[in-house]
């Protein structure tokens, strides 16, 4: 039931709906037509593909700056996607279709290697992101085990893991977060306050830092309730001995805030967007 000329998309589409919602079949209609989403995945894709091919799978750097002595002691380290034409493209338009693809695992130890490579002769601590997908593979902490072993930097690598309701075997989350820390690398839980947030398994985490969601930060000066729950965050953590990390600080006002309510470190616009070179940088 189809006006599209290629039959196989809709029926691939069809197929893809089916899955998703435990049925035997479903007959194509109009609702479910995402024609236009089926060739941007499909454009993307291949972008990535070529991406690979050519080595244009970038890192890029955003400093974060001690809210105490305003120097950087830290990098988060970003991953880009390079065009032909040199234009940096953002993982927002690639990362989810590099999961449905099964490039994702590529991806990220592409971005691993990299980072680890940069950071072997610089005197800063550098962050990663990686997922619960990622610490589900099987191979994966024997990947980051050769990674340490060629660059020998563990003392200066933290893991950041996104906390949300992915995650479907905290027992898996704990051990992993132990055999890293047995490696000498640090953990920090990304997005911390953002929908869900499992404080019962935080207890049972050895981890060391909480990034503060950018979506409380962002609002932390306007918005009552951000700037309630922001504190708490920074008060329960502290209880902890662990560090607190505020991202998306994009103004002085922002700034200002997050650092009396006695968050350790500050990462956004305001100081420095991603740099594709890391270096020593001072703010007054």
């Known amino acids: 039931f189809s006006n599209k000329n290629n039959k196989l998309i809709t029926a691939d589409i069809a197929l893809q709906s089916a899955k998703k ?6 007959v194509f209609y109009d609702e479910l037509d995402k024609f236009q989403e089926y060739e941007k995945n499909m454009l993307w894709t291949k972008k990535l593909k ?5 080595d244009n799978i970038e890192v890029y750097f955003q400093p974060l700056v001690n809210n105490k002595t305003l120097k950087v002691d830290k990098y988060e380290c970003l991953v880009r996607l ?3 034409s040199g234009k940096v493209i953002s993982p927002y338009f690639f990362l989810d279709i590099s999961k449905k693809s099964n490039q994702y695992k590529k991806l990220t130890r592409i971005v691993l290697e990299k980072s680890f490579k940069r950071f072997e002769n610089l005197p800063f601590e550098f962050s990663v ?7 589900e593979s099987n191979d994966f902490l024997d990947f980051i085990k050769s990674m340490i072993k060629k660059y020998n930097i563990s003392d200066r690598v933290i893991f950041e893991i996104l906390e949300d309701e ?20 640090k953990v920090a839980i990304d997005d911390f306050g953002s929908g869900y947030s499992n404080f019962e398994y935080l207890l ?15 609002n932390v000066a306007t ?6 729950i922001t504190k708490t965050i920074i008060e329960f953590a502290k209880n902890l001995n662990l560090k607190t990390i505020a991202e998306y600080v994009e103004n002085e006002e922002i700034f200002n805030i997050v650092r ?25």
């Open 129 to 135: 992101n990686i997922s619960y997908e990622d610490i």
């Open 260 to 284: 009396d309510l006695g968050a350790d470190y500050s990462q956004g616009y305001f100081f420095s967007e991603p740099i594709a070179v890391p270096s020593v940088i001072e703010f007054d």
């Open 50 to 54: 070529s991406a690979f091919i050519h």
């Open 82 to 84: 390079i065009e032909d």
């Open 166 to 185: 992915s995650i479907k075997n905290y027992q898996c989350l704990i051990l992993f977060v132990d055999e890293v820390k047995a490696l000498g690398c």
């Open 21 to 26: 919602d435990h049925k035997d079949f479903i």
């Open 204 to 218: 049972k985490m050895n981890v060391d830092y909480l990034k503060i969601d950018a979506s409380l930060i962002k």
């Open 223 to 228: 918005d009552e309730n951000s700037y309630k």
